[in-house]
């Protein structure tokens, strides 16, 4: 019945390391996104992909790569982890990016808190 | 500007009604969304203005005026549950919907 999955909730990992979130929504959604939301709460967006198609990529370090198998999935890899990527990651998927429409509200999973030891 | 400022703390009482401000400077205004979200969890969508005027929406309602870049959320009947951060978010024209969030503000209930 989950909307928006995402995998794993947690994860705790040593500086250096290589890890990935996984996504996935079951709404039909044609558009996804990767969320960071820091020590301070502020939700900040990285990434959106429309139909497996990057629309939107934000000022971003390329350690991080999103991929999108389908449009039912996004997942996020990222590389070298620093202290500083210590965050809770949330994805999100909404109707269509295109427009304006209460439709296009987002729908998040609920989040991955990594740490970064 | 993608600039969206709402205060950072507020305190009510259970009971009380209290009213949350949203100030932005959007580009390409497209709407306004209030989310929810409780320590821990997930945002959750609570209201979505684009026409001038409140919207109501059982104890919560949302208000927008376009031509001053100004929205509130308006609880009534606070109850302890209510205790969470609350998101202003707008997104850009353009094509594509891309929500610019607000930091928060964290509205504390107390008995």
């Known amino acids: 019945d989950t909307a928006v999955s995402q995998t794993p909730k947690y994860l705790v990992t040593q500086m250096g390391n290589d890890k990935s979130i996984k996504c996935e929504q079951n709404l039909g959604h044609d558009t996804m996104y990767w969320y960071k939301q820091d020590s301070k709460k502020f939700l900040k967006i990285m990434f959106s992909?429309?139909?497996?198609?990057?629309?939107i990529n934000e000022t971003v370090p390329n350690r991080f790569s999103p991929k999108s198998p389908d449009k039912a999935h996004l997942n996020l890899h990222i590389n070298s982890l620093e202290l500083g990527d210590s965050a809770v990651y949330f994805c999100?998927?909404?109707?269509?990016?295109?427009?304006?429409?209460?439709?296009?509200?987002?729908?998040f999973g609920s989040g991955t808190r990594l740490t970064v030891v | 500007g993608q600039n969206i400022d709402q205060p950072t703390e507020m305190t009510a009482t259970e009971g009380a009604i209290v009213q949350i401000n949203c100030t932005y400077q959007t580009s390409g205004f497209n709407g306004l969304f209030w989310y929810q979200q409780h320590a821990g969890e997930a945002p959750t969508f609570l209201s979505y203005?684009?026409?001038?005027g409140l919207e109501e929406k059982g104890r919560f309602s949302s208000f927008l005026s376009r031509s001053k870049g100004y929205s509130y959320l308006l609880l009534k009947e606070l109850q302890m549950k209510d205790s969470a951060s609350y998101l202003c978010a707008g997104p850009f024209s353009g094509g594509y919907n891309k929500l610019i969030f607000g930091a928060g503000t964290r509205l504390a209930v107390h008995p």
């Open positions: 999100a998927s909404s109707q269509d990016g295109r427009g304006s429409n209460q439709d296009y509200g987002y729908t």
């Open positions: 203005n684009v026409l001038d």
């Open positions: 992909y429309n139909n497996k198609e990057l629309i």
